[in-house]
């Protein structure tokens, strides 16, 4: 599986730490221009776009012509399907922990 295809849906996407800061920033800024987005990072405007390219893929950043700059905006709702799976093991593990605690609360007595 290349960088492309494995990249098209969130899970891909928000496994790299730059997107996440990516997602971050636009998240806090709401909508910001590539030159505004790329002194945040140790790459240049090249790296930068392909990896909103990627974010673009995944549904996470929408794009909007003013003049002739591009400015980026975050689009959280693909995020929903990793919180959704978050959740399910968030809920298993405390499931467990209860488990286990009752085991050893068992064993004391």
């Avoid at 960088?3 to 971050?24: K, V």
Wanted: no cysteine; aromatic share 8%.
């Amino acid at each position: 599986m290349n960088e492309n295809d494995y990249s098209r849906d969130a899970f891909g996407a928000i496994a790299d730490p730059t997107r996440r800061q990516l997602i971050r920033l636009l998240a806090e800024a709401g909508e910001l221009p590539l030159h505004e987005l790329t002194p945040h990072f140790q790459m240049g405007r090249t790296a930068v776009s392909k990896h909103l390219t990627i974010l673009k893929e995944a549904g996470l950043v929408l794009d909007r012509k003013v003049g002739r700059e591009t400015r980026f905006r975050l689009n959280a709702a693909p995020l929903k399907e990793v919180q959704d799976w978050v959740a399910y093991y968030s809920n298993f593990w405390s499931t467990n922990m209860l488990r286990l605690n009752r085991l050893l609360e068992e064993e004391e007595l």
